[in-house]
Nanobody, 128 residues
Framework: QVQLVESGGGLVQAGGSLRVSCAASGRTFSSYAMGWFRQAPGKEREFVAAITWRGGRTYYADSVKGRFTISGDNAKNTVYLQMNSLKPEDTAVYYC?????????????????????WGQGTQVTVSS
């Protein structure tokens, strides 16, 4: 089992920045990749970014490319999502997720069903 705890959400004005964190505990050695997803009210959960623990490959949704940066600290078992130039449409609950499978195709990183463990989420609200 892997436990994930997100933190760092909050209220920020449009154009501002925020960093959310995800701390993993438990059988973290079984994790190959970490992902961030978000879900706005009335919408489906969508992929935001992902990173592999080995090699540090990153993947981004087109909507956040160039504005968000995902990074990981192996020593702390923590993944970060730095969000810059935030827009009101970025408002959502942000969830981190852990995958214990080594994905063979990059498209798997963007699919929520491929992840095994999820955090409880942290609210990010961007005001206009």
């Amino acid at each position: 089992q892997v436990q994930l705890v997100e933190s760092g959400g909050g209220l920020v004005q449009a154009g501002g920045s925020l960093r959310v964190s995800c701390a993993a505990s438990g059988r973290t050695f079984s994790s190959y990749a970490m992902g961030w997803f978000r879900q706005a009210p009335g919408k489906e959960r969508e992929f935001v970014a992902a990173i592999t623990w080995r090699g540090g490959r990153t993947y981004y949704a087109d909507s956040v490319k160039g504005r968000f940066t995902i990074s990981g600290d192996n020593a702390k078992n923590t993944v970060y999502l730095q969000m810059n130039s935030l827009k009101p449409e970025d408002t959502a609950v942000y969830y981190c997720a852990s995958a214990r499978t080594l994905f063979t195709a990059s498209s798997y990183y963007t699919t929520s069903g491929m992840y095994d463990y999820w955090g409880q989420g942290t609210q990010v609200t961007v005001s206009s």
